[in-house]
């Protein structure tokens, strides 16, 4: 038993912390828009077929190390993953800025469908995959009895590494920098903000950088855990994401983490012990649950209606 | 500045946007993923980037030469249209018109083949589902994304009491369609107090919820493996289709034997339906409910201080669009003679949506017109029918983009002053 | 402290949001039949007691009762007061409150005969005119889907007679030539006039007007005091409102409640108030012949 709950929590925690980064994107741009980027999930699908691409055509140029192998595709990965963020909130996002609520709840629709076919149509329909790249793990802990382990893959490693180092990064950014200082106060407030000469616009579209690029990471660290895909995870991986910002409470980032842990631990405890053919009712469960009895989430603060 | 140097400016434009379309297209259309090796497909990439370039930098010609930025701005810019009130009388011309398009719709499966037939009766489901759905987005302005959940309650409603009671079609309908109506019932009470996004998830989520249960619940759904219903299936009203039988229909009206005979009572049934359910829709304009559903999309605080209870009006809504949703669902079964979790994932949702959306949220018209022709164009140019799902993509963004409010204009009923 | 004659008695309401105290402990009554304006500085509080007199708030705490026709109602218990500890041990106090959580919620406010307007104007604005004013009446309508449907004799009668009631008000008001517009196409001054139509339309015994005359020009706002005077005479109505146009409400309010960072620093008559020393310090900067 012991090993289970070992077991169950270190998949929880590596299933987790990519919840988590894909979440950010979500309760960032929730809480600087308002509005739920329904095609976020998609932006991380793509990301994980231009990491199977990238580790397709790096491999086939020039063996090398895996760490290497593995920093260059973030490298390249990122950054389109990033541009695609920036071009959904030009082409699709901006025009609507100041429409109606529902306009720009069913352009993010269309802009989801519209990415999944895009890829459907472009890569074929069928799953793909990439090669196992890292092998083996740490056996944390033996059953005596049974003699079962529970083992943490190396994989799991890097994904925590991975992304403990970006949450790091972009706690510094948002914390003490001038473009972070900028997003916060457009987060506050856009209006005063853009009278005192911050770009709001340019805070934005950085916001939709920042989130998409974060879902880069994640597509990378979730297609060497997992290996498999289509073009159709986003749409899963989207709603769990967005659950996960949810539990944390909407609109606040350290939350969002938190959420995704939550989410990923709660998770795969339920799939490891319950009922795995359910997992993602219960997460579903999960989302309308919070939603219904604290739409607030843990770490978000209570809205009052206006009259 | 001068005219030298906005050329200036539009060339460094169009020119970084070539740089992001090369990032755009060069990894995800130039290469093409095969197992764990990759092929090239630079053509299709270079295509794709120096298109939209090119157009990108027509665009901004147009824009410079003050002539042609009239007209290109007129067709090109937003317009939202406002609803506008209705003319005191229907016009003739426009009562000729309805009444040849319903003539014309009942003769229709006398004369179109099998396949079209089914194709029409599959336009019709979709009209059933886009005005139940039009209630809920269109009407009371929630955004439901879940919609594909009524329509499966309403198919595996109608397999499952056959499978398991073997209850006939026209009693099995009813009852299914109540069900969908309690399951939307069930899903409007934990979404009472949302709105906007956070209504849209949830309702999200619980399509999701429904349709994972019927792929999983093996023992009552058959999962994956779906519901065979018996051919023929429908029966009319209790005197079966089939070949065989002594006492079928065409033994009964002496006629020969034909595939289509159960099609056509099929197409027909249901356009009698659907024509019922658009005289409702139209006048739940003018009644109460619906009035106050529309209140409540423009206010629902306004709504809440003229004592018009909020709670039970969502209900309402919910309920009867899944209704419709559900009977819509019904004839789905009664028309494939199969049901599978696959026919009920969120693309269909997203399809009735478009639907709806296309049709100009809130109009009657504007959205059996958009239904019939978003169904029927896939089919008539079969060259579309694999970027069917891109196409609703695209439609959704850019009418949200280009016309907010549809098509066609919101038509407001007069209320004229009684003479007394 | 109540007084027979009066229709709305507020019982020392306290209102938190977090922690910040909106209101403590204010008192007072408005007298049936009456003009009652309450008028303060801004961030005093008034649209926190017209948001608790018309349940879209539940108040901290304190009572606010209500003369309708059904009898003395409290407003807070009618929309659900949130639960307690003590709620748990006894089941009868439980089971009301739940039954009034469940069933209950600010509209009934209207429905027992307090309407109101808002500070900024909710209209319908994709409906017309006449539209918003049917919304109002939705109560006395016939809802069932059948005789709607079918457009059915009695249906029809009250459908009419919920028009005539519209028109009736539209001309009081002078929008009848705006009847079919849209109520989002209508002039400010005008949609201000629709609320106050659309508010009268539910048949109150009370209609709560928050600032009628914000944003009125000078001839449009001594309209309006010639109205709200007709509704108290005419249509033997209580009036509670807000504003801030001085000049109006002296010269319409029988009584006046002054309201400063969330008490009540003085009640009395026009006259009694502009010579109040309290008052004058509250509205430090406002010169006195003004007030």
């Given at each position: 038993?012991?090993?289970?709950?070992?077991?169950?929590?270190?998949?929880?925690?590596?299933?987790?912390?990519?919840?988590?980064?894909?979440?950010?994107?979500?309760?960032?741009?929730?809480?600087?828009?308002?509005?739920?980027?329904?095609?976020?999930?998609?932006?991380?699908?793509?990301?994980?077929?231009?990491?199977?691409?990238?580790?397709?055509?790096?491999?086939?140029?020039?063996?090398?190390?895996?760490?290497?192998?593995?920093?260059?595709?973030?490298?390249?990965?990122?950054?389109?993953?990033?541009?695609?963020?920036?071009?959904?909130?030009?082409?699709?996002?901006?025009?609507?800025?100041?429409?109606?609520?529902?306009?720009?709840?069913?352009?993010?629709?269309?802009?989801?469908?519209?990415?999944?076919?895009?890829?459907?149509?472009?890569?074929?329909?069928?799953?793909?995959?990439?090669?196992?790249?890292?092998?083996?793990?740490?056996?944390?802990?033996?059953?005596?009895?049974?003699?079962?382990?529970?083992?943490?893959?190396?994989?799991?490693?890097?994904?925590?590494?991975?992304?403990?180092?970006?949450?790091?990064?972009?706690?510094?950014?948002?914390?003490?920098?001038?473009?972070?200082?900028?997003?916060?106060?457009?987060?506050?407030?856009?209006?005063?903000?853009?009278?005192?000469?911050?770009?709001?616009?340019?805070?934005?579209?950085?916001?939709?950088?920042?989130?998409?690029?974060?879902?880069?990471?994640?597509?990378?660290?979730?297609?060497?855990?997992?290996?498999?895909?289509?073009?159709?995870?986003?749409?899963?991986?989207?709603?769990?994401?967005?659950?996960?910002?949810?539990?944390?409470?909407?609109?606040?980032?350290?939350?969002?983490?938190?959420?995704?842990?939550?989410?990923?631990?709660?998770?795969?405890?339920?799939?490891?012990?319950?009922?795995?053919?359910?997992?993602?009712?219960?997460?579903?469960?999960?989302?309308?649950?919070?939603?219904?009895?604290?739409?607030?989430?843990?770490?978000?603060?209570?809205?009052?209606?206006?009259? | 500045?001068?005219?030298?140097?906005?050329?200036?400016?539009?060339?460094?434009?169009?020119?970084?946007?070539?740089?992001?379309?090369?990032?755009?297209?060069?990894?995800?259309?130039?290469?093409?993923?095969?197992?764990?090796?990759?092929?090239?497909?630079?053509?299709?990439?270079?295509?794709?980037?120096?298109?939209?370039?090119?157009?990108?930098?027509?665009?901004?010609?147009?824009?410079?030469?003050?002539?042609?930025?009239?007209?290109?701005?007129?067709?090109?810019?937003?317009?939202?249209?406002?609803?506008?009130?209705?003319?005191?009388?229907?016009?003739?011309?426009?009562?000729?018109?309805?009444?040849?398009?319903?003539?014309?719709?009942?003769?229709?499966?006398?004369?179109?083949?099998?396949?079209?037939?089914?194709?029409?009766?599959?336009?019709?489901?979709?009209?059933?589902?886009?005005?139940?759905?039009?209630?809920?987005?269109?009407?009371?302005?929630?955004?439901?994304?879940?919609?594909?959940?009524?329509?499966?309650?309403?198919?595996?409603?109608?397999?499952?009491?056959?499978?398991?009671?073997?209850?006939?079609?026209?009693?099995?309908?009813?009852?299914?369609?109540?069900?969908?109506?309690?399951?939307?019932?069930?899903?409007?009470?934990?979404?009472?107090?949302?709105?906007?996004?956070?209504?849209?998830?949830?309702?999200?989520?619980?399509?999701?919820?429904?349709?994972?249960?019927?792929?999983?619940?093996?023992?009552?759904?058959?999962?994956?493996?779906?519901?065979?219903?018996?051919?023929?299936?429908?029966?009319?009203?209790?005197?079966?289709?089939?070949?065989?039988?002594?006492?079928?229909?065409?033994?009964?009206?002496?006629?020969?034997?034909?595939?289509?005979?159960?099609?056509?009572?099929?197409?027909?049934?249901?356009?009698?339906?659907?024509?019922?359910?658009?005289?409702?829709?139209?006048?739940?304009?003018?009644?109460?409910?619906?009035?106050?559903?529309?209140?409540?999309?423009?206010?629902?605080?306004?709504?809440?201080?003229?004592?018009?209870?909020?709670?039970?009006?969502?209900?309402?809504?919910?309920?009867?669009?899944?209704?419709?949703?559900?009977?819509?669902?019904?004839?789905?079964?009664?028309?494939?003679?199969?049901?599978?979790?696959?026919?009920?994932?969120?693309?269909?949702?997203?399809?009735?949506?478009?639907?709806?959306?296309?049709?100009?949220?809130?109009?009657?018209?504007?959205?059996?017109?958009a239904a019939v022709v978003m169904t029927l164009l896939p089919e008539v140019l079969r060259d579309i029918a694999n970027v069917r799902v891109l196409m609703f993509g695209v439609v959704m963004v850019v009418m949200m983009i280009w016309r907010p409010r549809g098509l066609t204009r919101v038509l407001r009923p007069r209320f004229n002053k009684t003479s007394k | 402290m109540p007084t027979s004659d009066s229709v709305l008695s507020i019982k020392n309401l306290t209102m938190r949001f977090g922690g910040i105290l909106a209101l403590s402990d204010i008192s007072f009554n408005v007298k049936k039949n009456s003009i009652t304006a309450m008028i303060g500085p801004n961030g005093a509080g008034k649209t926190t007691v017209f948001n608790c007199c018309t349940g879209f708030y539940i108040a901290t705490s304190g009572d606010i009762e209500f003369e309708s026709?059904?009898?003395?109602?409290?407003?807070?218990?009618?929309?659900?007061?949130?639960?307690?500890?003590?709620?748990?041990?006894?089941?009868?106090?439980?089971?009301?409150?739940?039954?009034?959580?469940?069933?209950?919620?600010?509209?009934?406010?209207?429905?027992?005969?307090?309407?109101?307007?808002?500070?900024?104007?909710?209209?319908?604005?994709?409906?017309?005119?006449?539209?918003?004013?049917?919304?109002?009446?939705?109560?006395?309508?016939?809802?069932?889907?059948?005789?709607?449907?079918?457009?059915?004799?009695?249906?029809?009668?009250?459908?009419?007679?919920?028009?005539?009631?519209?028109?009736?008000?539209?001309?009081?008001?002078?929008?009848?030539?705006?009847?079919?517009?849209?109520?989002?196409?209508?002039?400010?001054?005008?949609?201000?006039?629709?609320?106050?139509?659309?508010?009268?339309?539910?048949?109150?015994?009370?209609?709560?007007?928050?600032?009628?005359?914000?944003?009125?020009?000078?001839?449009?706002?001594?309209?309006?005091?010639?109205?709200?005077?007709?509704?108290?005479?005419?249509?033997?109505?209580?009036?509670?409102?807000?504003?801030?146009?001085m000049r109006m409400v002296m010269d319409i309010s029988e009584k006046i409640i002054v309201l400063d960072h969330g008490e009540v620093i003085a009640e009395g008559a026009p006259k009694d108030i502009q010579s109040n020393q309290k008052v004058i310090e509250a509205y430090l900067g406002v010169s006195d012949d003004e007030l």
């Amino acid at each position: 038993m012991m090993w289970e709950i070992i077991q169950q929590t270190v998949n929880g925690l590596a299933l987790g912390s990519i919840y988590g980064l894909i979440a950010i994107g979500y309760t960032m741009v929730y809480g600087i828009i308002g509005m739920i980027n329904f095609a976020h999930g998609d932006i991380y699908m793509l990301g994980a077929y231009v990491t199977a691409i990238s580790i397709a055509v790096i491999s086939s140029i020039a063996s090398m190390p895996v760490v290497l192998l593995l920093s260059l595709t973030v490298l390249i990965v990122v950054p389109i993953t990033a541009l695609h963020g920036y071009v959904l909130e030009k082409i699709a996002y901006k025009p609507l800025r100041h429409a109606q609520k529902l306009s720009a709840l069913i352009t993010a629709i269309g802009m989801s469908l519209f990415l999944q076919n895009y890829i459907q149509i472009s890569q074929g329909a069928r799953n793909q995959g990439i090669p196992t790249l890292i092998s083996g793990g740490f056996t944390l802990w033996t059953d005596k009895i049974s003699s079962l382990s529970a083992v943490m893959s190396y994989t799991q490693v890097v994904i925590l590494v991975v992304t403990l180092v970006s949450m790091l990064t972009l706690a510094y950014v948002i914390k003490s920098t001038s473009l972070g200082r900028q997003c916060r106060s457009t987060q506050q407030d856009q209006m005063m903000s853009a009278m005192l000469g911050v770009n709001t616009d340019r805070v934005i579209s950085v916001v939709f950088i920042i989130g998409a690029g974060l879902a880069g990471v994640g597509s990378v660290l979730v297609t060497l855990n997992y290996g498999s895909f289509d073009f159709f995870i986003g749409f899963i991986a989207g709603i769990k994401a967005f659950t996960a910002a949810v539990l944390g409470g909407i609109g606040s980032v350290t939350g969002a983490m938190l959420g995704g842990l939550l989410l990923g631990m709660s998770e795969s405890f339920f799939s490891g012990l319950v009922n795995a053919d359910y997992k993602d009712v219960f997460a579903f469960g999960l989302l309308i649950f919070f939603m219904v009895f604290k739409p607030t989430g843990l770490l978000g603060t209570p809205e009052v209606t206006k009259v | 500045m001068s005219k030298k140097e906005s050329y200036k400016k539009l060339f460094k434009q169009t020119f970084l946007f070539f740089l992001v379309t090369v990032f755009i297209f060069v990894p995800l259309v130039g290469i093409k993923l095969l197992g764990w090796k990759y092929s090239l497909r630079i053509p299709n990439a270079l295509f794709l980037i120096f298109g939209l370039t090119v157009i990108r930098f027509m665009i901004g010609v147009i824009n410079l030469t003050p002539r042609l930025r009239g007209p290109f701005r007129k067709v090109f810019s937003q317009v939202s249209y406002l609803p506008h009130v209705a003319p005191t009388s229907i016009s003739q011309r426009k009562k000729s018109l309805l009444f040849l398009v319903i003539a014309l719709s009942f003769v229709l499966p006398f004369v179109i083949e099998q396949y079209w037939l089914s194709v029409m009766i599959t336009a019709l489901i979709y009209v059933m589902l886009s005005l139940g759905l039009n209630i809920v987005i269109g009407f009371a302005g929630l955004l439901d994304l879940g919609y594909v959940a009524f329509f499966a309650v309403g198919a595996y409603g109608v397999a499952l009491l056959h499978h398991f009671f073997q209850i006939d079609f026209w009693l099995a309908m009813p009852i299914a369609a109540f069900l969908a109506m309690l399951v939307g019932g069930l899903l409007a009470f934990p979404v009472l107090r949302m709105h906007g996004d956070y209504l849209a998830i949830v309702t999200l989520g619980f399509g999701e919820i429904i349709r994972l249960l019927l792929n999983n619940w093996t023992e009552f759904t058959r999962g994956p493996n779906g519901v065979i219903l018996p051919r023929p299936y429908i029966s009319f009203f209790g005197i079966p289709f089939d070949k065989n039988s002594p006492n079928s229909f065409h033994n009964l009206l002496g006629i020969e034997y034909s595939l289509s005979h159960k099609s056509i009572f099929l197409y027909l049934c249901l356009l009698l339906i659907v024509i019922a359910v658009t005289y409702f829709c139209l006048r739940l304009k003018k009644m109460p409910l619906g009035r106050s559903w529309e209140a409540l999309r423009e206010d629902e605080i306004a709504c809440r201080s003229m004592g018009i209870n909020h709670v039970t009006i969502k209900l309402f809504a919910f309920g009867l669009g899944a209704f419709f949703g559900g009977i819509g669902g019904g004839f789905f079964a009664a028309l494939t003679e199969f049901v599978s979790p696959s026919s009920f994932t969120f693309i269909e949702s997203a399809l009735v949506v478009s639907i709806v959306v296309l049709g100009g949220l809130g109009s009657i018209p504007g959205v059996i017109i958009a239904a019939v022709v978003m169904t029927l164009l896939p089919e008539v140019l079969r060259d579309i029918a694999n970027v069917r799902v891109l196409m609703f993509g695209v439609v959704m963004v850019v009418m949200m983009i280009w016309r907010p409010r549809g098509l066609t204009r919101v038509l407001r009923p007069r209320f004229n002053k009684t003479s007394k | 402290m109540p007084t027979s004659d009066s229709v709305l008695s507020i019982k020392n309401l306290t209102m938190r949001f977090g922690g910040i105290l909106a209101l403590s402990d204010i008192s007072f009554n408005v007298k049936k039949n009456s003009i009652t304006a309450m008028i303060g500085p801004n961030g005093a509080g008034k649209t926190t007691v017209f948001n608790c007199c018309t349940g879209f708030y539940i108040a901290t705490s304190g009572d606010i009762e209500f003369e309708s026709k059904k009898g003395l109602k409290e407003i807070a218990t009618l929309i659900g007061r949130d639960f307690i500890w003590g709620d748990f041990i006894s089941p009868s106090k439980f089971f009301t409150k739940l039954y009034y959580k469940m069933f209950s919620g600010s509209f009934e406010i209207n429905r027992i005969g307090i309407a109101r307007t808002f500070q900024n104007v909710r209209l319908f604005k994709e409906m017309t005119v006449i539209e918003n004013l049917l919304v109002a009446q939705h109560q006395k309508l016939n809802w069932n889907l059948f005789s709607g449907t079918f457009n059915t004799k009695s249906y029809q009668k009250k459908h009419e007679e919920c028009i005539d009631q519209a028109f009736f008000w539209l001309d009081k008001l002078g929008l009848t030539k705006d009847a079919q517009a849209l109520a989002g196409s209508l002039a400010y001054g005008k949609t201000r006039r629709l609320e106050l139509a659309r508010a009268m339309c539910t048949s109150p015994l009370l209609v709560c007007l928050d600032e009628p005359a914000a944003g009125l020009n000078a001839r449009e706002t001594e309209e309006l005091s010639g109205i709200i005077k007709d509704l108290r005479d005419e249509f033997k109505v209580t009036v509670f409102l807000i504003e801030h146009d001085m000049r109006m409400v002296m010269d319409i309010s029988e009584k006046i409640i002054v309201l400063d960072h969330g008490e009540v620093i003085a009640e009395g008559a026009p006259k009694d108030i502009q010579s109040n020393q309290k008052v004058i310090e509250a509205y430090l900067g406002v010169s006195d012949d003004e007030l």
